[in-house]
């Protein structure tokens, strides 16, 4: 089996939510007959064939039988008491602010509201290394995702700027002798394919700095995931955790909305969860202690990032039960939003949707996200949060989720009309009330390891958890291997191996060399280890 053809244009699918040959504000009108032919044939509601009946059949009635037992032990905490031994110590800082003397650096971020948050703290990182000065960020219009929101849109832009002060210059535009600068003449403009995925410092400083010293203006187009996380000096990847943690928060009016969410999934308790105040500030619940001093907790719930929206389905070139008219519809979609993909599926060097899904490569469906739940112990009374964009097969693709749980909420159910209205249309805007629904919750379960929203929210959790916020991370390879078994294996079993499958994912470590330390923040240069 090869998989080495695909493997390079699904890391860098993978490492975004919403990226692969992304449509920019250079290319709106290219392709839009083709979309309005993809919207004339793409049906989000038709009924969907699904291989698990069977056990679906056996999940409901083990959850019928259980409703009034125990749930497993541990369910909803961190299997390893050590998790609780890191604590955050980002925010330390051990030199003199930077001058940013060198030039102006500006980005225009790509992709959806993850991605442009890494490149946001990844050009942080970058002005420092280069001893420039950073205009405020903008965000590049897609025209797939069709949003216009602007960083301060999402970000509160003062408090951005302000608590960098101590790391870097920041200001909110050019001067105004630089303005009329043509940068594409001058060649000013570096475009993601100037520079290699993972750049390292060396090399900014190399190919980087003698532009920046000549033209006074660099603007990076793109800048997705272009600076390596090793080997970099820890002062430089602490600014990273420092911008991701504590430079980024949420504008008022997103603040407000995403506590409305955790009121309400707590069934208005007036317990306030352990991450509330940093991802809605002033509008989160006062912490209620208890008589020895500890936090006294609220409602449990379950938050469920489930990663099937048509693009990561088209993407990632797996079979999902729609037999011919499914294979038509995304292979219409790939033409238009993944043409390097489409090129690639004619050459035949791809593998088998088959190979793909043993391979562990292909998005969980619903189905098999509602059967790992229901696996592991979450009874029929668990609320879950679910999070996500339009699930690809709309409502009946999720009718196995609702119907085993139906305390199973979305933004869209929480917030009223009213609510909803000033986000409207404004998609990262959105993306955001699902990261304060997903971080704040009880426990997280993600379906894509890959999806950079998962991503950044069990980074979350983990630099503010202090060890009590559980992710569960699927093994999809093994989780794969399990499922091919759906028309024989007995429950018990079934259990067992999921069980035993999700258990391995959770072990407690440093960040392993090369990983990001947006998801993986436990190490020395983020997080404290407390012996």
């Not at 996500?388 to 749980?405: E, K, V």
Request: net charge positive.
């Amino acid at each position: 089996m090869n998989l080495s053809s695909i493997n390079g244009v699904s890391k860098n699918f993978s490492d975004s939510d919403q990226s692969l040959d992304t449509p920019t504000y250079h290319s709106k009108k290219r392709g839009s007959k083709k979309r309005e032919d993809l919207r004339k044939i793409i049906k989000v509601n038709k009924p969907q064939k699904t291989p698990f009946g069977r056990l679906l059949k056996l999940a409901a009635h083990a959850l019928a039988e259980g409703q009034n037992k125990p749930e497993p032990k541990g369910l909803w905490e961190e299997p390893y008491d050590r998790a609780s031994n890191w604590k955050p110590c980002a925010e330390e800082r051990d030199w003199e602010p930077s001058e940013g003397n060198n030039g102006y650096i500006m980005v225009t971020a790509n992709g959806g509201l993850n991605q442009q948050r890494v490149a946001v703290c990844n050009a942080v990182a970058v002005a420092r290394l280069l001893n420039a000065t950073l205009v405020l960020p903008k965000f590049m219009f897609s025209s797939v995702w069709r949003d216009v929101s602007q960083f301060g849109d999402i970000y509160q832009e003062e408090h951005f700027i302000n608590y960098l002060k101590p790391d870097i210059r920041i200001v909110k535009e050019l001067p105004e002798e630089l303005q009329s600068l043509d940068l594409d003449a001058i060649d000013s403009v570096v475009t993601d394919e100037d520079i290699m995925k993972e750049a390292k410092p060396s090399f900014y400083r190399k190919n980087i700095l003698p532009l920046l010293l000549r033209n006074r203006v660099l603007h990076f187009l793109g800048f997705g995931n272009r600076l390596a996380f090793d080997p970099i000096p820890s002062q430089l990847q602490r600014l990273r955790c420092r911008c991701n943690f504590y430079a980024l928060q949420f504008v008022p009016k997103i603040q407000e909305g995403g506590a409305l969410i955790l009121q309400r999934i707590r069934q208005n308790s007036s317990h306030a969860g352990l991450l509330d105040s940093y991802l809605v500030g002033p509008y989160a619940k006062k912490v209620v202690k208890g008589k020895r001093g500890h936090s006294v907790k609220g409602p449990k719930y379950l938050a469920l990032h489930l990663r099937f929206e048509i693009d990561m389905v088209a993407h990632s070139l797996c079979k999902f039960g729609g037999g011919e008219e499914e294979r038509k519809e995304l292979e219409a979609y790939r033409q238009i939003h993944f043409p390097a993909l489409t090129r690639l599926e004619k050459s035949d060097k791809l593998p088998t949707p088959d190979e793909l899904r043993s391979e562990g490569l292909c998005p969980l469906t619903p189905e098999e996200a509602v059967l790992m739940l229901a696996a592991l112990g979450f009874n029929r009374k668990t609320h879950i949060f679910l999070a996500g964009a339009q699930i690809y097969g709309g409502q009946s693709r999720l009718a196995s989720l609702t119907s085993l749980y139906p305390h199973l909420v979305t933004k869209e159910n929480l917030l009223s009309p009213s609510e909803l209205k000033p986000f409207k249309n404004f998609s990262s805007q959105l993306a955001a009330l699902d990261f304060i629904g997903c971080t704040a919750s009880s426990a997280f379960a993600m379906t894509d390891s890959g999806s950079q929203l998962s991503a950044l929210v069990s980074g979350f959790r983990m630099y503010y958890g202090g060890g009590q916020m559980p992710t569960i991370r699927p093994n999809k390879r093994r989780l794969a291997d399990i499922f091919l078994k759906n028309n024989t294996i007995e429950w018990k079993v079934f259990e067992q191996r999921v069980r035993k499958a999700v258990r391995q994912t959770k072990q407690v470590h440093r960040r392993p060399t090369a990983r990001s330390i947006y998801r993986h923040p436990r190490c020395k240069e983020c997080m404290c280890l407390l012996e």
